[in-house]
């Protein structure tokens, strides 16, 4: 693959990213906001507890919260123990009810039970729209591209419910998820390495940090022929993204998507060939640090 080919493969792929961005929310989407938005947000100290207990937890909540969304809590299961705070009004001490005026204040904690979405049964929750298709070779020419940045690579269940990490020349990745969201998700991550270490990361919002890696993403999936359905215009809109954020980072997410498609399309010359047309111009191209 030349630059010119990856030029327009690359726009080809984020016209179409623009025009599901400019189409608003998928209706697979609005499905999942309007479940996510009704779990608890939890103190830290209730997700160190939650974690010591059942560290591979994503989703909690009470016994009556999972029969709302039509699951019920399998027989024999056991309660993960977090505490609830005693909230109350301060009443005056002639008062027999408490004034319309008086304050809701915490008077201590007990301790109650929650259960994970893996101990119940029922109705499916809603899930992003999932990247399909068959990666074959590419995913493994992408962790050996990933290995040639001197990038480490791991795989660890304790970054549930989060599908990717990148921390700075180490991705960390969940492990059983199918080849072709392996291929998309770890090429979101090499996107971030690419472009949102050292300096550039400061001068970057996390909008739009996560708009040019899953755009980068989107754009190796669709030239190597994996379906992303709508999970790319989905994840940049819950993070915030939209048409405007995309059009303003369009060079620099072609020009790293082209260094990785280079890397896999042409694994046996790596990619110098390709820098050297002028993609990158520097010997670390996209790398910012």
Known sequence: MNTEQAKQLSQAALDRLMAALEQGH???LKQYLAVMSRFRRYSWGNVLLIYSQLPHA???????????????????EKGIVILAPIVGRKRRVD???????????????????????????????????TVQGDPGDYLERLIRFVASRNIDLEYDFRIAPARGMSSGGKITLLPGLSPAETLAT??????????????????????????????????VCAAIGLDTNT???DYVQLHGGDKATLAESLALIQQTAATILAAIETPEKGTDDFESEGVCQSSEPARFD
């Open 231 to 233: 999970s790319s215009a």
């Open 58 to 76: 994503t989703h909690v909540g009470g016994f009556h919260f999972w029969l709302k969304l039509g699951r019920h809590v399998r027989k024999g």
């Open 95 to 129: 008062e027999v009810e408490p004034s319309e005026d008086g304050r809701r204040q915490v008077y201590g904690f007990r301790a109650c039970h929650v259960f994970d979405v893996s101990q119940t049964e029922g109705a499916d929750l809603p899930e992003f729209a």
């Open 186 to 219: 770890l090429a979101h991550e090499v996107g971030h390495e690419l472009l949102h270490r050292g300096d550039r990361r400061g001068d970057t919002t996390h909008t739009i940090r996560e708009t040019e890696a899953e755009a980068v993403a989107f754009v």
């Open 26 to 28: 998928s209706a697979a």
